[in-house]
């Protein structure tokens, strides 16, 4: 008898097939980058469980098959919207009340900044379009309008940077109305109006990009503060 037909063959084990490997690490990815959303307190007590449940139901998930990966992307999907209302109600609720108010005025001012900046910008493809009549005096004026516009949305992303760019683009823009006014109507419209109308049209910038920068030097105080409620 040979003593070979006795030995245990140990069992080949298939391994993963490379694109699941790669659908799985691209998920975890987005899910990572999903957890950012979060407020910074619910981060550093919830991100890394999260993370290991989510990564240990995607293991489970791709065994099954793809339809029971696909309810699991759905069911994150759905819940993600609400889940992160709660969490940031939740956190916010922990801050001083001194601290909420700035938050809501942080809001608001990015609300109604992004609406202004994404209207203004619209208002350029009138003006830019081909029916429009526009003077070559007048462009100096609409290049400071679209770069101030498009500073307000940049601020909406980095206050300080985008709050002082709007700030400096608005004044230029005051500056061009002025000089227009005075070239194509000097006759017909007084110095103080000329001023009072440079002065309307750049004051909403200076005061959003104000608000922006006041404001941009506030959500690491928030973060610091939520990170300590929550340890």
């Not at 202004?116 to 009138?126: K, P, R, S, V």
Request: aromatic residues 12%; charged residues 10%; positive net charge.
């Amino acid at each position: 008898m040979r003593i070979e037909s006795f030995r245990i063959k140990p069992q080949k084990t298939n391994p993963a097939p490379a694109q699941s490997l790669t659908v799985e690490s691209l998920l975890i990815r987005l899910y990572v980058y999903l957890l950012k959303l979060y407020p910074a307190g619910f981060q550093a007590a919830f991100a890394d469980e999260m993370q290991g449940v989510f990564m240990m139901t995607l293991r489970n998930a791709l065994v099954t098959g793809y339809l029971g990966l696909l309810m699991i992307i759905w069911r994150e999907i759905r819940d993600l919207p609400l889940n992160l209302i709660r969490a940031r109600r939740q956190a916010n609720n922990q801050l001083p009340p001194a601290t909420q108010r700035v938050l809501r005025i942080q809001w608001f001012v990015r609300i109604v900044g992004g609406l202004l900046g994404l209207f203004l910008l619209n208002t350029l493809t009138i003006i830019l379009s081909p029916s429009y009549n526009l003077y070559s005096q007048a462009i100096p004026f609409v290049v400071m309008l679209f770069l101030a516009s498009t500073s307000l949305l940049i601020a909406l992303r980095w206050g300080r940077v985008g709050g002082l760019l709007t700030i400096t683009f608005g004044i230029g823009m005051g500056i061009c109305i002025i000089l227009y006014l005075a070239l194509m109507a000097w006759a017909e419209i007084s110095v103080l109006l000329t001023l009072f109308i440079g002065v309307l049209w750049a004051l909403p910038f200076v005061i959003f990009g104000a608000l922006f920068y006041k404001l941009s030097q506030h959500p690491a105080r928030h973060a610091n503060t939520a990170k300590h409620l929550s340890n």
